[in-house]
C-alpha cells in the first residue's frame, strides 16, 4: 500500500487553512512511523507512505524542493534513479513519456512556490485534487478526503456513471468538488498561474493517426 496526499496554499493570507494538515497528519499517524514521511513548509505540506513497495526508496528532498512517488515508472530498474531522473530533468514532459510502468509522481518546488503532480500513461494511479478556499488538497486514495473535514456533495452524474459503465467518465469523482487527474497528464499549480494542465501522452491523438496495423500495434507495445 502507497499514498501520497497534501495540502499545499498558493497565496499570502496566512496560514487559514493549515488545520488540513493537522487531519493529515492524524491520517498518516496512523501508518507505521517508520513508512512515513512527512515534508513542511511555508506553504502546507506533503505526507507519503509506502509499506514494503520495490524495497527501493521513493523520497527525494533537498533545499530546493522534494519529489516523491508511488508505484514504479520503469525508466530503469531502480525506483529511486527515476526518481531522480525525474526530479532533476530539464524536461517533465518528455522524461514522462519515456516511462512505461504505473505511478503517481509529485515534485514541489520551495523557492518558486509550485507544486507539480504526474499520472501514468494509463492512469492507473491518479491524483485527486480539491480546491480550497485558499488552497489544494490533493491525494492518490479517493478514501482520504472523506477523513477531513470538508464537505463533500455527491456527483450524480458521476454516480449514474458508474452503476451503469462501472467507472466514472472524464475528471469525476463521486463528489463534484473533488476531481480525478486524465491518463498521462501534468497538473501544474502556483499563485502566479494557477492550474496549468499538460497532456504528455495523448491516446486520442494516437487514435486519429493513419497507420499501418503493424507499425499501430508497435506504437502500442512502446508506449
Given at each position: 500500500?502507497?499514498?501520497?496526499?497534501?495540502?499545499?496554499?498558493?497565496?499570502?493570507?496566512?496560514?487559514?487553512e493549515?488545520?488540513y494538515?493537522?487531519?493529515?497528519?492524524?491520517?498518516?499517524?496512523?501508518?507505521?512511523?517508520?513508512?512515513?514521511?512527512?515534508?513542511?513548509?511555508?506553504n502546507g505540506?506533503?505526507?507519503?507512505?509506502?509499506?514494503?513497495?520495490?524495497?527501493?526508496?521513493?523520497?527525494?528532498?533537498?533545499?530546493?524542493?522534494?519529489?516523491?512517488?508511488?508505484?514504479?515508472?520503469?525508466?530503469?530498474?531502480?525506483?529511486?534513479?527515476?526518481?531522480?531522473?525525474?526530479?532533476?530533468?530539464?524536461?517533465?514532459?518528455?522524461?514522462?513519456?519515456?516511462?512505461?510502468?504505473?505511478?503517481?509522481?509529485?515534485?514541489?518546488?520551495?523557492?518558486?512556490?509550485s507544486?507539480?503532480?504526474?499520472?501514468?500513461?494509463?492512469?492507473?494511479?491518479?491524483?485527486?485534487?480539491?480546491?480550497?478556499?485558499?488552497?489544494?488538497?490533493?491525494?492518490?486514495?479517493?478514501?482520504?478526503?472523506?477523513?477531513?473535514?470538508?464537505?463533500?456533495?455527491s456527483?450524480?452524474?458521476?454516480?449514474?456513471?458508474?452503476?451503469?459503465?462501472?467507472?466514472?467518465?472524464?475528471?469525476?469523482?463521486?463528489?463534484?468538488?473533488?476531481?480525478?487527474?486524465?491518463?498521462?497528464?501534468?497538473?501544474?499549480?502556483?499563485?502566479?498561474?494557477?492550474?496549468?494542465?499538460?497532456?504528455?501522452f495523448?491516446?486520442?491523438?494516437?487514435?486519429?493517426?493513419?497507420?499501418?496495423?503493424?507499425?499501430?500495434?508497435?506504437?502500442?507495445?512502446?508506449?
Amino acid at each position: 500500500m502507497a499514498v501520497i496526499a497534501g495540502y499545499i496554499q498558493f497565496n499570502e493570507l496566512g496560514k487559514t487553512e493549515f488545520h488540513y494538515i493537522n487531519q493529515l497528519a492524524d491520517v498518516f499517524n496512523r501508518y507505521k512511523k517508520a513508512d512515513v514521511q512527512r515534508f513542511d513548509c511555508d506553504n502546507g505540506a506533503i505526507f507519503h507512505y509506502d509499506f514494503d513497495a520495490y524495497q527501493q526508496a521513493s523520497w527525494l528532498q533537498t533545499e530546493s524542493q522534494i519529489a516523491t512517488l508511488i508505484g514504479h515508472p520503469l525508466l530503469s530498474s531502480s525506483r529511486s534513479d527515476d526518481l531522480k531522473a525525474m526530479a532533476n530533468t530539464a524536461s517533465l514532459n518528455t522524461c514522462l513519456q519515456q516511462c512505461e510502468g504505473v505511478f503517481s509522481f509529485c515534485q514541489f518546488n520551495s523557492q518558486l512556490g509550485s507544486l507539480v503532480l504526474a499520472t501514468d500513461p494509463l492512469g492507473l494511479k491518479p491524483f485527486y485534487t480539491l480546491k480550497t478556499a485558499h488552497g489544494l488538497l490533493f491525494s492518490t486514495n479517493l478514501g482520504l478526503f472523506k477523513q477531513l473535514s470538508v464537505e463533500l456533495e455527491s456527483d450524480a452524474e458521476a454516480l449514474t456513471e458508474l452503476a451503469v459503465l462501472g467507472y466514472p467518465l472524464l475528471d469525476h469523482t463521486p463528489y463534484k468538488n473533488i476531481k480525478c487527474s486524465y491518463p498521462g497528464e501534468i497538473l501544474r499549480f502556483d499563485a502566479s498561474h494557477g492550474v496549468v494542465k499538460q497532456r504528455y501522452f495523448d491516446w486520442v491523438a494516437l487514435a486519429k493517426q493513419n497507420r499501418e496495423v503493424t507499425d499501430a500495434i508497435e506504437g502500442v507495445t512502446q508506449a
